[in-house]
């Protein structure tokens, strides 16, 4: 098994460069040349928020969340491309089910994996009221049998070259109760053949509030030292991401909210575990063309009317990277149309000068975190998520 150098990666560019050797990121049969990979983001890790993320070095995706009964009866083929898109490039990647009725996920799973597929992962994470309350996602965690059931039977459902993975939150609360059901599914979960587990070191119950506790994820690796645990929470820069993977052992980490509008962040993790510095910010001009791909990818698979509110969506964060976001902030929220967006661009853009990292986590998450994460979680695409 290949090794990782890791370094403490700081904000800025001093970045000290203390090398500690970690065991590559696996997933089953997927070898990773690096253990940070793009986390499923409802409202946002769609086909091209995926496609753009493995071109600027993302070595692997997750799918936003699908319901299991949403995949079976897809048949339009605008949305099946929207929903199912893979290009050659975009491998290996992740499609995530979420559901409450056990006997729902194989046939789904089987739809996934027909439709390429690599990896099959399972939502028992999703913490939004709706959700819950339809016994989906997060509810889960209160249920370990019928959580042991959905794995088995997504495990049995596809070919055993394919891998099946978890995600989790630490447990529905903090109880007592809440971490021996946590460690009942995990162990389940590994007994079950699940190849690799992501854990958000937060609670159902606490949804986005409050720090992820990272001890948590500590204290799992030191338990479960020989399988494939994935940390998640509060990784809002590279440096955070090469932070938790050398505070607290994982295998590798999901760049979440940190990788929102911000596809530079593998980039960066690659430098930082290479004992490099952060890399300049990408320049205006290296902005403009990640982020007209973005769009062109946007229109590939979205209708007119969609794809102006889902670029917007990300121009507003792809802004903190100008040395103007303010201004630009402010002209982005005022697109309403196509032509609207490229007239900012040309005003923004047009001429070249050196971008900026943002300067606090707190400003790149003014738009997207927890009320908004799960107003996304909610409102978008309705039909394919919770
Ligand atoms: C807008 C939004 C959408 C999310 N959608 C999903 C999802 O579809 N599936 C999932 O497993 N987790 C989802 N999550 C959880 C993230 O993958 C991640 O675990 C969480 O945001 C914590 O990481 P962070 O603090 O670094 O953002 C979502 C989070 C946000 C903010």
Redesign the pocket.
Known sequence: MGVTSVTDGTTGSQASATAVSLPALTIGPYALDLPVVQ???????DWPMRHLARRMGAPYT????MLDHFVTSLRDRARTRRFLMLTDDDHPAAA?L?GADPAAFPAAARRLVDAGFDVI?I?F??PVKKVLGRCRGGYHLGQPDVAMEIMHRVRDAVPPSVPVTV?MRRGIDLSAESRDRFDRILEGAFDAGIDAV?V?A?TVQQR?AGR?DWEFLKQLRDNWPQHTILG?????TAG?CVRMIRQTGVSGV?????S?GNPWIYQQCRALLAGRPLPPPPSVHEQRDVMRLHFACILQVYPQKLACGRMRRFSLRYADWHPQREQVRKDFIAVRSQDDWMHVMKRWYDTDQPGRYPSEPAERHSG???D???Q??RSSDADS?P
């Not at 997750?62 to 969340?65: A, D, F, L, T």
């Not at 999901?254 to 940190?258: D, E, H, P, Y």
């Open positions: 986390a499923a983001l409802s409202g946002y890790s997750i799918c936003e969340v995530q979420m992962d939502n994470g999703c995600k992501t958000h937060r986005y992820a998640s929470g509060d990784l809002h955070d999901t760049a979440a909210r940190g929102i997207a975190g927890t908004a994460g799960e996304a979680c998520g």
